[in-house]
């Protein structure tokens, strides 16, 4: 990278406070945006807490009794947080429409997500939440339990099936089809009108999510699903084998739903619920600024991959998702993401108003300015060079005689590559699909499919945070690439506030930040323990493990390796992303299960502990072993919920055991870094190699702990004392994972 010298400047006072912030015992051999400690609750909504998790209370009453709990508790169902969005859905507008209003009444928005669709009105009027706003039908038989606010949008029932199933008409023969609808909605009612009129049909009403089964009929399991636009809408963000197979007659209207007898509270909503429909998401727009602050919403594109736009550990993430951010916030507007399937969406999406901004890591080139495409001033430069395989010894240009490049011709590298096949004609360039992006195209070099690639530093430096077999072997001279957002000719104001924004001193403090953290994370090891007392410890905080682990029905020794991953026992520990303490508890995650000091050790071990245990239970009932329960809570922990979901659907899809971690749903979650699988799994590209990486590391350190204690008990009874430097090498020989023996890992 050749940034600006106060870029450079910035860069090594913020690599300075890094170094006295960060503490060294903390594991750091984690990809960038990683962290360390566990995921939010809810895969992909940080802001979302399961209600068995949140320390509740009963409120049944009015505006004023809410404004005296200071709180106004929103109610979610699991579709809430079903998968990583691609593009702004309904009730992210509707639930951001809800904080403002929460903070217009000075309250604090709590998101609560219950267990299943038919909780939310019994718990609402059980005064465990204030307020639904889950793209709720409004029906006749729901209007005699809550009250309903002003409609929030309208929209369709529709039968989906999969896109070559044939199109149900009033004759067609059902027998033998599947028909799964989730019980408590209005599509279990739908679903037995629909049958009356095909006798042959099965019916099964399920506690599960709709938006599951969608995805159930999406992978062949099911025949037919019975939803509304919205959910169909999501899905298909990330499934594209789905179709409305029919549309029931009539425009349904969606629309809030709070306790009866609130007028009050029905009075602010009904407010607020004006600003809902002024602010859809899917409407095209090429307007300029004045139109995206009257709007209240600016619209982006960018990429599902490690330097823009992921989630990992419940957390939306990325370098280019963190700038837009704050530039969001700069404007006093809302955000809302459109994930590309190509290289052309960036262009395509803005020339036809469904975005304003392109924000990827995009080059400046002369063919997207000739498309009538305005580009902002570069917020990064990175050079352009030679990615090869580790090992290689690239010292000259001519140096790449009789090797093969790989390059795309949609890219900025091609012309690169040209140039250099003028210079070295014995170099060989293989053209590889354009819908590759730079990350495929560096596989292909690993994989031994190409030689080389022509790739820029920061892209490789990506690669490196979490793999070791590739390298920016050479630079080339005079090739440079700047990096910057993209907007349409025509909307010049917003150009200038983007410029204005990128030269505001606290933007061009925080660039050098994020780059630190996302492309420049240096990989460190560390030693593992080789001290062990004669009174039987392995860290310093067994007494407190040992009570929490029992309280959580957990093997201790197993939290306590758990914990020098996290931490090496550091209880000040804190990562970039803000986990904290021993067990490197994220404090929205702390304060969900009523842990506010995460330094101190007793606190971020009974949090941690707890989360485990709630963590461990959503894999149970599933045919799972207790000890691979043990391990898929682990990679949860670790990872998030979300992508081991993923990684388990994929398992089965590749005709591996979904019930079994290592060597089958491992295999499958390293998979998830790759485009043709996270393009299709809900919630998006993974870093796979942590999570395995991290389940690996605790389960050999567990069992060495074991052994080591065992070994320490036979020892004292016989009077000797055992060198641990010497048994824990040994131990690591004798406990390896796949010629263990099982260990009980839980309590029985």
């Not at 040209?418 to 699909?433: A, G, T």
């Not at 010497?726 to 796949?738: D, E, G, I, Q």
Request: proline share 4%.
């Amino acid at each position: 990278m050749t940034p600006s010298w106060r870029l450079l400047i910035a860069i090594a006072i913020a690599l300075l406070l890094n170094s006295g912030c960060e503490r060294s015992g903390q594991d750091t051999d984690q990809p960038p945006g990683s962290g360390s400690g566990p995921a939010a609750p809810v895969p992909g909504n940080l802001d979302t807490i399961p209600i068995d998790l949140y320390d509740n209370y009963t409120e049944t009453g009015d505006l004023a009794a809410i404004e005296k709990r200071g709180q106004l508790r929103l109610l979610v169902d699991p579709s809430r947080s079903a998968a990583l969005h691609r593009e702004a859905t309904q009730q992210d507008v509707e639930i951001e429409q809800a904080r403002l209003m929460a903070r217009r009444l000075g309250l604090e928005l709590v998101i609560l997500e219950v267990p299943q669709f038919s909780d939310l009105i019994p718990m609402l009027n059980a005064g465990k939440g204030d307020l639904i706003a889950n793209n709720l039908l409004v029906t006749d038989a729901r209007q005699e339990q809550v009250d309903f606010s002003s409609p929030t949008a309208e929209t369709e029932v529709v039968l989906v099936s999969a896109t070559d199933t044939a199109d149900v008409d009033g004759q067609s023969s059902l027998r033998g089809k599947v028909l799964v609808v989730t019980a408590g909605t209005e599509f279990e009612r739908q679903a037995q009108d629909f049958a009356q009129q095909h006798p042959r049909v099965e019916v099964q009403v399920r506690d599960d999510n709709y938006i599951d089964l969608l995805v159930e009929v999406a992978s062949g399991d099911a025949d037919f699903t019975i939803v509304d636009r919205q959910a169909l809408g999501l899905v298909q963000q990330f499934r594209d084998n789905l179709k409305a197979n029919r549309v029931f007659p009539g425009q349904r209207q969606l629309a809030w739903a709070i306790r009866k007898d609130s007028p009050r509270l029905l009075e602010a909503i009904n407010e607020q619920v004006r600003l809902v429909r002024l602010t859809r998401p899917g409407e095209r727009s090429v307007g300029d600024l004045e139109a995206i602050r009257e709007r209240g919403v600016i619209r982006a594109v960018t990429r599902n991959h490690p330097g823009t736009y992921f989630m990992w550990k419940g957390q939306i993430l990325g370098f280019e998702f963190s700038l837009l951010e704050n530039f969001a916030k700069t404007l006093g507007v809302r955000l809302d993401i459109t994930v590309a399937e190509n290289h052309e969406d960036f262009v395509r999406l803005l020339r036809n108003g469904d975005v304003d901004i392109s924000a990827s890591l995009l080059a400046i080139t002369r063919r997207r300015q000739a498309e009538g495409m305005a580009f902002s001033d570069p917020y990064l430069t990175s050079p352009t060079g030679i990615a090869a395989r580790s090992g290689a010894k690239l010292a000259a240009v001519k140096d790449l005689a009789g090797q093969t490049v790989c390059v795309r011709r949609a890219s900025s590298q091609y012309q690169v590559a040209e140039e250099l096949k003028q210079q070295v004609p014995d170099m060989k360039v293989e053209e590889v699909p354009g819908e590759l992006d730079i990350q495929q195209v560096i596989d292909k070099v690993v994989d031994r499919e190409c030689d080389l690639a022509i790739a820029d530093e920061i892209s490789v430096r990506l690669e490196q945070a979490w793999r070791e077999d590739i390298v920016f072997a050479l630079r080339l001279p005079r090739e440079e690439n700047r990096y910057a957002w993209m907007v349409r000719e025509s909307n010049p104001q917003l150009l200038r506030a983007i410029n204005e924004f990128f030269a505001e001193p606290s933007t061009d403090d925080r660039i050098p930040e994020l780059y630190e953290r996302y492309f420049n994370s240096p990989k460190r090891t560390r030693v593992e323990i080789e001290e062990f007392n004669r009174s039987g410890q392995i860290s310093p905080f067994d007494d407190i493990v040992r009570r929490y682990a029992e309280q959580f029905d957990f093997d201790w020794r197993l939290i306590v390796a758990q914990m020098y991953q996290e931490s090496n026992f550091d209880p000040d520990a804190r990562s970039w992303v803000g986990a904290r303490g021993l067990m490197q508890v994220m404090p929205n995650t702390g304060k969900q299960v009523g842990v506010t000091d995460l330094f101190t050790p007793e606190n971020s071990i009974r949090a941690g502990t707890r989360y485990m245990r709630w963590l461990h239970d959503k894999f149970d009932d599933k045919g799972i072993n207790q000890e691979n329960q043990v391990w898929f809570t682990l990679a949860s922990y670790n990872a998030g919920l979300g992508h081991v979901y993923d990684a388990q659907d994929l398992a089965e899809q590749k005709g591996w055991d979904r019930r079994v971690w290592f060597d089958s749903v491992e295999n499958a979650m390293l998979l998830l870094s790759e485009e043709k699988y996270f393009k299709q799994a809900r919630y998006g590209y993974a870093r796979g190699q942590e999570p395995v990486d991290y389940v690996r590391k605790i389960e050999a350190r567990f069992r060495s702990f074991v052994a080591l204690l065992e070994a320490q008990e036979r020892r004292n009874k016989q009077g000797t004392r055992l060198n641990p430097r010497t048994y824990l090498f040994t131990s690591r020989v004798r406990y390896r994972a796949n010629n263990a023996p099982a260990l009980p890992l839980t309590r029985l």
